[in-house]
T-cell receptor
Framework: AQTVTQSQPEMSVQEAETVTLSCTYD???????LFWYKQPPSRQMILVIR??????QNATENRFSVNFQKAAKSFSLKISDSQLGDAAMYFC????????????FGTGTRLKVLA | GAGVSQSPRYKVAKRGQDVALRCDPI?????LFWYQQALGQGPEFLTY????????KSGLPSDRFFAERPEGSVSTLKIQRTQQEDSAVYLC????????????FGSGTQLSVL
């Protein structure tokens, strides 16, 4: 079965500093997507960044970047120049490219940004 | 519409009551998902529709849970004889169904069963 594990329930970062959130996953598939979603108190999940497994280059979106290690099944999120608005729950997610395209989420990491 | 809309935003039910949660996906989106998110947890898959066809309902926790999407747009998640363990946020999401799709979420319905 496919699983996603986030081992950091909570992380803190000083404003303007850099923080890395960890995620590991397990799958026997070779082609899939990985995602990081942000969930603020409004509850609406917002896509932060997406990585396609067949691409070796790590995805970047402005202050957000990933370190994708396919062999190790690791997918960490780096947030640079942290801002107060980055405070939220962050979920790592996996989606296979076969079957029903079911998204599997980790248990989340709560990020606190300290002023 | 501009985004995925869910109603009601909050629902309080007495144990044993039936509830119906509504999801309006983005117009034209083929795929629709329902997820259950318990407090402090990640979303757990409930069911998936492709147009009006329910292709995967493996995540529905019991036969008290029923979902439909009769015309391939609006979807309803119904929970019969609610129990306290059903208390959670129910998230709906939709997507185009293509390989490089993006999944768009609604703000969820927070269900509290007393």
């Amino acid at each position: 079965a496919q699983t996603v594990t986030q081992s950091q329930p909570e992380m803190s970062v000083q404003e303007a500093e850099t923080v890395t959130l960890s995620c590991t996953y397990d799958t026997s598939e070779s082609d899939y997507y990985l995602f990081w979603y942000k969930q603020p108190p409004s509850r609406q999940m917002i896509l932060v960044i997406r990585q396609e497994a067949y691409k070796q280059q790590n995805a970047t979106e402005n202050r957000f970047s990933v370190n994708f290690q396919k062999a190790a099944k690791s997918f960490s999120l780096k947030i640079s120049d942290s801002q107060l608005g980055d405070a939220a729950m962050y979920f790592c997610a996996y989606r296979p490219l076969s079957g029903t395209y079911k998204y599997i989420f980790g248990t989340g990491t709560r990020l606190k940004v300290l002023a | 519409g501009a985004g995925v809309s869910q109603s009601p935003r909050y629902k309080v039910a007495k144990r044993g009551q039936d509830v119906a949660l509504r999801c309006d996906p983005i117009s034209g989106h083929v795929s629709l998902f329902w997820y259950q998110q318990a407090l402090g947890q990640g979303p757990e898959f409930l069911t998936y529709f492709q147009n009006e066809a329910q292709l995967d309902k493996s995540g529905l926790p019991s036969d008290r849970f029923f979902a439909e999407r009769p015309e391939g747009s609006v979807s309803t998640l119904k929970i019969q004889r609610t129990q306290q363990e059903d208390s959670a946020v129910y998230l709906c999401a939709s997507s185009s169904g293509r390989r490089n799709e993006k999944l768009f979420f609604g703000s969820g319905t927070q269900l509290s069963v007393l």
